[in-house]
């Protein structure tokens, strides 16, 4: 059973900087893509930041230009550099994995992002 682990949630002023990272263990294959959602009190969760293995990247528009994602594929770690933070990035978020050979997706416990105006 795939486990995802995060770290690096907090609070910030609006305007600072985060990182959060995850680390991927439990499958002998590496995840074909990772990412990032976050799930904000009263509305449902959305992906904000995806990587594939390849290293290609999707972002959502509200994070466009602020946040960036990398991974390490030896390692299954995936990092989220969150930059210009704003009172609306407050939310918890949760590391993704999706294992494209298995058609599964997996995703963390979560971790809170408190960004204060």
Known sequence: QAQLVESGGGLVQAGGSL???????????SPSTMGWGRQAPGKQRELVATITD????????????????SRDNGKNTVLLQMNSLKPEDTAVYYCYAHWAIFARDSWGQGTQVTVSS
């Open 19 to 29: 990182r959060l990272s995850c680390a991927a263990s439990g499958s002998i294959f």
């Open 54 to 69: 390849g290293n290609s990247t999707n972002f959502a528009d509200s994070v466009k230009g602020r946040f960036t994602i």
